[in-house]
């Protein structure tokens, strides 16, 4: 199971605490350098209460992207990846990929990446399959490492006989059976097995096992 480096998380309170820090010193700025008399002084507790409530409400702002992402997860199991997303409160998107379907897995890390540890990690598949990707994760080279691993031991365990494989076959959809025209067939498969009775009946009654029998030659005149 992988989730996001600490970074992920950390990240979102210091832009809140640097735009808290940021409409504060503007406020009280705004208040200490106003002439005396003027509206910015006379008004100076009013602005300072409108830039604290201003301020709670980033903090409150940055806590949801905190929720957001301590949500989403990656697993990896021996058959297939799960990736789950929290693109918002209200929302969810769970993907999953299998192994047999991973033709490479790379790793990208900027300048803070590097320096503290975490990348993105970018999972390719074949075709016009979306590629996966999953932000800000923490050891990613070893991550990639372990994907490719399990990939690896599921492509041996298909062509070594251990695990069924619908590699390269073709799925043919089961036709749809109609219950009604099944009962028709039905019934139409029981009229022509009676005819067959009833005409081997009548082809006995009129050639019976007796007629068959030599006349004795005495009799005949």
């Known amino acids: ?91 969810s998107k769970v993907d999953q990929l299998s192994l047999q379907h991973i033709t490479d897995v790379s790793v990208k890390q900027d300048f803070f990446g590097t320096l503290l540890g975490y990348g993105h990690i970018t999972i390719e598949t074949p075709g016009e399959q979306d590629n996966y990707q999953f932000f800000i994760l923490p050891n990613p080279h070893a991550s990639a490492r372990e994907i490719i691993q399990a990939h690896e031991n599921f492509d041996a365990a298909l062509q070594g006989g251990h695990m069924p494989t619908t590699l390269g076959q073709k799925h043919n959809p089961a036709p749809q059976i109609d219950p009604q025209q099944y009962q028709q067939f039905l019934a139409y498969q029981q009229m022509l097995a009676q005819q067959q009775q009833d005409a081997q009946a009548a082809q006995d009654n009129d050639n019976p096992a007796d007629s068959n029998t030599p006349q004795d030659p005495t009799n005949q005149k």
């Open 1 to 91: 199971m992988y989730k996001h480096h600490w970074f992920a998380y950390a990240s979102s309170w210091i832009i809140g605490i640097i735009i808290v820090v940021a409409v504060m010193a503007i406020a009280i700025l705004l208040t200490a350098m106003g002439d005396e008399g003027s509206a910015l002084v006379e008004y100076r507790t009013q602005i300072l209460l409108a830039a604290g409530c201003f301020s709670t409400l980033i903090l409150l702002g940055a806590f949801v992207p905190v929720y957001l992402r301590s949500q989403e997860q990656m697993v990896l199991t021996e058959e297939a990846l799960l990736q789950v997303l929290q693109p918002s409160l209200f929302a």
